[in-house]
């Protein structure tokens, strides 16, 4: 059964961190575009971050450069999201998600999604 499972989201005052995780099963993300995607109360689901399958290339949305970094375990079949300086706009539930083209377009896999939630 293919499956993207994320996990890591929770509370998290302003100013702190917190990091993501997918774990894979059913497939190797060897070969996929992986990234992540965000979806805040009321807004759309918008792009955060993205690892090329081509040459591992990162590209991430102007709105968290700096202060998010996304990589991949290939032995683990896992990635991740470390979130660092973390600011209440950042609330939103976190999705990971898997393409088989070179980039992440229209994802073939999604995970089921982890709230991050960012108050004081």
């Known amino acids: 059964q293919v499956q993207l499972v994320e996990s890591g989201g929770g509370l998290v005052q302003p100013g702190g961190s917190l990091r993501l995780s997918c774990a894979a099963s059913?497939?190797?993300?060897?070969?996929?575009?992986i990234g992540w995607f965000r979806q805040a109360p009321g807004k759309e689901r918008e792009g955060v971050s993205c690892?090329?399958?081509?040459?591992?290339?990162?590209y991430y949305a102007d709105s968290v450069k700096g202060r998010f970094a996304t990589s991949r375990d290939k032995a683990k079949n896992m990635i991740f999201l470390q979130m660092h300086s973390l600011k209440p706009e950042d609330t939103a539930v976190y999705y990971c998600?898997?393409?088989?083209?070179?980039?992440?377009?229209?994802?073939?896999?999604w995970g089921q999604g982890t709230l991050v939630a960012v108050s004081s």
């Open positions: 690892i090329s399958s081509s040459d591992g290339s990162t």
């Open positions: 059913g497939f190797t993300l060897d070969y996929y575009a």
């Open positions: 998600a898997a393409d088989s083209a070179s980039v992440i377009q229209l994802p073939d896999y």
